[in-house]
Each structure stands twice: as structure tokens, then as C-alpha cells.
């Protein structure tokens, strides 16, 4: 291994201690180092990140001059890290994703029912379950929000009625147009 290799990537201790240690705010000007109990996974998807780099931010700066009155004493500071994912929930899985705009109000564009149907009756088929690769969600989060400005503020291509399907696995994006199904119960007598 390479010198700055070993920089980068600092050993895993055998055995992980209980505690771990925390910046804690304590009222303006008034902050500690403090041992905290190391996080676990609680919830399907979450993700452990154990930070090798990390920063202080603007926003921490002004809780610690006691400038945002909503931060309390005992809050943990620190939020600008940089770190490897260590262990994940069941849901942090998956590779593939879709995102669609629908419009079943207009005449000829689908709404989510002509793409889904009715409900499958299938409780287990959740992200929660079925999983989802955390770093996925951002992408198209961001590209939701993209959608979000572009319905505020028309500009480019009207996507509605079309589903972008995206392979993480494969780095493949895909554009299909759905159809408006007549007999669908949201929307068909449009």
C-alpha cells in the first residue's frame, strides 16, 4: 500500500468501542468534546458512515456564537463530512430507480394510476423492503426537484408522460412514453 493510501484509509480497529466522540454545543461560546453512544442501523434505510474527513460549516459557526436561538443545549454539531459507509440497512440495495411527471388532469397525459393500476395489495413492496442504493436517491431527488422548477417555470422538453428509468448497475438512463389508459379510475374520463 501506498503511503498516501494509508493516509486515506485508516485502519479499522478489530472492535468498535461503545462510545464515540461528539462535538456537543452547550449555549454561545460554550462547547465540549464529549463520548456519545455509537450510532446503529434503527431503520432499513439507514447507513453508517464512519467520517475520515470532516469540516466545520457557516451554519455551525453561528450556533456556536448562539445566533440560531432554535439549537438547544446537548445538540451534537457537525454535519460537513467526508467518510466510508461502513454498514447499511436492508433497504441501502438496490440499483435502479424511475422518476415521472404526471399530469392525468390534461387531456392525453397519464396520471400515476394509468402507470401503477390499483393497489397491488403487496405490503411488503416497499423501498423500505425492496431496497435502494442510497446514493440513487440523491440523483433522482435531484432530478425531482429539477422537475419541481421546471413545473413553476416551464423550460425545455415537457416531460409529462414519459418515465425516465435509471440502472445504476449499468449507467444506463432510459426514456419511455406512457400511454393514458381510458379505463383507469384516476383519471380515464378525462
Aim: proline share 9%.
Amino acid at each position: 500500500m501506498k503511503q498516501s493510501e494509508a493516509l486515506l484509509t485508516p485502519p479499522k480497529p478489530a472492535t468498535q468501542p461503545a462510545t464515540m466522540k461528539a462535538l456537543v454545543y452547550h449555549g454561545p461560546g460554550r462547547r465540549s468534546w464529549e463520548d456519545k453512544p455509537r450510532p446503529a442501523i434503527c431503520e432499513a434505510t439507514d447507513a453508517l458512515v464512519r467520517i475520515t474527513t470532516a469540516t466545520i460549516c457557516g451554519t455551525d459557526l453561528h450556533i456556536l456564537k448562539g445566533d440560531v436561538p432554535t439549537v438547544s443545549d446537548g445538540r451534537i454539531l457537525g454535519h460537513e463530512g467526508i467518510g466510508v459507509v461502513e454498514e447499511t440497512g436492508a433497504a441501502v440495495a438496490g440499483f435502479e430507480g424511475q422518476l415521472g411527471v404526471f399530469r392525468g388532469w390534461e387531456p392525453g397525459k397519464p396520471c400515476y394510476r394509468c402507470f401503477v393500476g390499483g393497489d397491488p395489495e403487496r405490503p411488503e413492496m416497499t423501498c423500505a423492503d425492496q431496497g435502494v442504493l442510497g446514493a440513487l436517491t440523491g440523483v433522482l431527488g435531484s432530478l425531482a426537484a429539477l422537475e419541481t422548477v421546471r413545473a413553476l417555470a416551464p423550460f425545455g422538453d415537457d416531460p409529462a408522460g414519459k418515465l425516465l428509468l435509471v440502472d445504476a448497475l449499468g449507467f444506463r438512463f432510459r426514456m419511455l412514453g406512457l400511454p393514458k389508459d381510458p379505463g383507469c379510475p384516476g383519471c380515464g374520463n378525462r
